[in-house]
């Protein structure tokens, strides 16, 4: 069997600010479970033992959870000094924290130091042999299939499979066993110059949709294909209502009618309205 470790971290409530479970963190350990019966999954993180809110990993079906000590320093050093002994063929992390810098480098700096492939934005997992298939999330909801070598190092996001909750008794069950850190991981979590605030989420500015039709809407929001335009300079008012009406025509903005001129047709109306006004 092999090895699956999952990092950990400790997560903040959006609203309340209360301690908690990361998601990004539960939906790994929620694909790592799903692999428990062809390998060993490790659950791991670095910080403080005695976080209440790390019993709610152990609520999940974990009988144990890794605590490598590392308060007030950097965990990746810390990090990587255990998963280099462990040695795990797959390594599971969050996008991001909801803690602290929030940078999401750190599964980057891991998969540096083991040597590991990185896929990011994984949605599932399946481990065949040496080598492992992953689906990886795309914009607008686009999936790709990748055959990786093993070791690899993984990240979710908000498209990997939604964690179960977390039940009362697996978690007061469940052990906290503290390991050894790496007595030379003393660096800094941040430097001492920086300051430290609370991040305040900026509006987002939504562009109002005026289409009256579902199919204009959908056409609003969907990518416009990049096409080489014509410039059209000293032409008669005929040419240039030709060249305007097969630019909607291309664009499937209006329908063709068969058999009629559209632009004389246009213009024999307009003068109509104008002589019925």
């Not at 790592?32 to 976080?51: F, K, N, S, Y």
């Not at 803690?99 to 997992?125: D, F, H, K, R, T």
């Not at 190092?153 to 050894?180: C, H, K, N, Y």
Request: charged share 20%; with cysteine; hydrophobic share 50%.
């Amino acid at each position: 069997m092999v090895d699956i470790a999952v990092l950990l971290s400790v997560g903040r409530h959006a609203a309340s600010g209360r301690a908690r479970r990361a998601d990004l963190d539960a939906r790994a350990l929620e694909l790592a479970l799903g692999l428990a019966d062809t390998a060993r999954v490790h659950a791991i993180h670095a910080g403080d033992p005695q976080e209440p809110a790390l019993r709610e990993y152990l609520g999940m079906g974990i009988g144990r959870l890794t605590v490598l000590p590392a308060t007030g320093c950097d965990v990746a050093p810390v990090l990587t000094h255990h998963l280099r002994a462990l040695r795990p063929a797959v390594v599971l992390a969050g996008q991001c924290a909801e803690n602290g810098e929030a940078s999401g480098m750190l599964p980057y700096l891991i998969a540096q130091a083991l040597g590991s492939q990185l896929v990011a934005g994984a949605v599932s997992i399946t481990l065949r042999g040496d080598a492992a298939r992953v689906v990886q999330a795309l914009p607008r909801g686009a999936r790709r299939a990748l055959r990786i070598a093993l070791p690899v190092t993984l990240t979710l996001d908000r498209a990997g499979p939604e964690a179960r909750m977390s039940a009362f008794a697996p978690a007061r069950r469940g052990q906290i066993q503290v390991a050894e850190a790496d007595p030379s991981a003393t660096g800094p979590a941040m430097p001492s110059d920086w300051r430290r605030q609370p991040a305040r989420a900026r509006p987002r500015r939504l562009r109002t949709l005026v289409a009256a039709s579902a199919a204009e809407r959908l056409r609003s929001i969907q990518p416009m294909r990049a096409s080489a335009g014509t410039r059209l300079v000293d032409v008669d008012a005929e040419q240039a209502a030709r060249a305007i009406w097969q630019y909607l025509l291309d664009q499937a903005l209006v329908d063709a009618v068969a058999g009629s001129e559209a632009p004389a047709a246009m213009v024999v109306a307009g003068h109509a309205e104008r002589g019925s006004a």
